[in-house]
């Protein structure tokens, strides 16, 4: 679950309080902490016991007096200190604490040994709960620190040096992935087939977190090794699907798209598994962009033997497409209105201009959204893949042909 503004105000004043007391009081390591704790707890008890001594102990608040010494002997993790301070705190009220203030009456042996069972009890049932939490805490900060592992590991399985292949000029690649939580459930690839052919595929697993990310490496992997067989894209997303529905226990899928563009042949075929239409920006299209027509097809790990369609379109110099997951277009502002297709649309038709690179068109896009939502938290991954053939690649096409 997101945290909410409060919850990360809430978090960071707690930080700063304490690194302010440690830094007034010079505290430099946990050991030291407490030992400074534990002297306030004992100098909080003695002055407790004299304020009770010199005013005669009239006043029903007195007792409580001693609660707070008790409290913070146990916030030193220790049972024992807290214990040892209960003692303390019952032998310095006993002998001057009335046990009725309006008569005057002192405590018998027998009350005197019941308030100190009281402190006593209270000693072990903070100090209990203090023990609970510091172990709740340890344990979210492992996970927590599991957690960027697990992320890092993630990122470095994306492909993230740009340009990636410094040597063809025919084309530009740019993508990026943003997760909601430490770990997503969307990736993106792309890499070379043969000589003259790239393949990009973008995916979004369903649910969130850690399942949702193992369950993307696995699909990403299929999908590579089935592409690097040199077989059409609609058979590779059919063996992809049947190894995901076997032992899928989780009963988790994948929405996906996968483009091999014939950089000999100027044609990009592509194959649709339940996932957001592309936009593509067609010379013949006069060179505006609009959403790629395309069978919807079925997420992959849904239906074992599914029929998978391929298509094509002609895909000439100064082309482009710009393929995404949901979180893009169904990021939501303060008044819940997601972003939308017509927004991502409207956002692409203003970046149009054959100035801007590939990273420049990912960059606003993110800068739009982000724009559009606010403050509000990101509830889904967001991840884009664009390409664009460049416009000398009619050169580099007629070297290849001949």
Not at 23 to 40: E, M, S, V, Y
Not at 124 to 147: A, C, G, N, T
Not at 344 to 367: C, F, G, M, R, W
Request: proline residues 5%.
């Amino acid at each position: 679950m997101l945290r909410t503004k409060t919850q990360i105000w809430r978090g960071r004043a707690i930080k700063q309080a304490k690194q302010s007391i440690m830094d007034k009081f010079n505290i430099t390591d946990r050991k030291n902490w407490q030992h400074q704790i534990l002297f306030l707890s004992y100098l909080l008890s003695l002055v407790s016991a004299a304020i009770i001594y010199f005013t005669g102990g009239t006043h029903r608040v007195y007792p409580q007096l001693m609660y707070f010494p008790i409290t913070l002997a146990a916030v030193t993790n220790s049972k024992k200190q807290a214990l040892l301070q209960a003692l303390v705190s019952g032998i310095l009220i006993g002998p001057f604490m009335p046990l009725n203030v309006e008569t005057g009456v002192m405590q018998s042996p027998q009350n005197w040994l019941i308030r100190t069972l009281i402190f006593i009890a209270v000693a072990l049932v903070i100090s209990s709960f203090v023990d609970y939490y510091l172990q709740e805490h340890k344990h979210k900060e492992r996970i927590k620190s599991e957690l960027k592992v697990a992320n890092k590991i993630q990122a470095s399985m994306l492909p993230r040096i740009f340009p990636p292949f410094p040597n063809r000029d025919e084309f530009d690649i740019y993508a990026s992935m943003t997760p909601a939580k430490e770990v997503g459930g969307d990736f993106y690839d792309f890499y070379m087939l043969e000589d003259d052919k790239v393949a990009i595929v973008i995916g979004d697993v369903s649910g969130k977190g850690v399942p949702a990310a193992l369950f993307m490496v696995i699909t990403k992997t299929l999908i590579k090794n089935e592409a690097q067989r040199n077989i059409p894209p609609e058979e590779i997303f059919y063996n992809v699907n049947n190894a995901l529905c076997r032992d899928n226990e989780e009963l988790l899928f994948v929405t996906a798209f996968l483009g091999i563009l014939d950089l000999k042949k100027g044609k990009l075929e592509y194959v649709n598994a339940g996932h957001n239409p592309p936009l593509v920006r067609l010379q013949e299209k006069e060179e505006e962009f609009e959403f790629l027509e395309l069978e919807s097809g079925f997420v992959l790990g849904g239906m074992a033997d599914f029929p998978y369609q391929r298509e094509e379109i002609s895909f000439q110099p100064g082309d482009m497409i710009y393929i995404y997951t949901d979180g893009i277009t169904e990021a939501m502002n303060a008044e819940r209105e997601q972003f939308s297709e017509q927004r991502l649309l409207d956002t692409l038709s203003k970046l149009n201009s054959p100035d801007l690179q590939v990273a420049e068109i990912e960059h606003k896009i993110k800068l739009e959204v982000n724009g559009f939502t606010g403050e509000e938290p990101q509830y889904d991954d967001y991840t884009m893949v664009i390409l664009h053939l460049r416009e000398k690649t009619a050169e580099n096409i007629g070297k290849v042909g001949s």
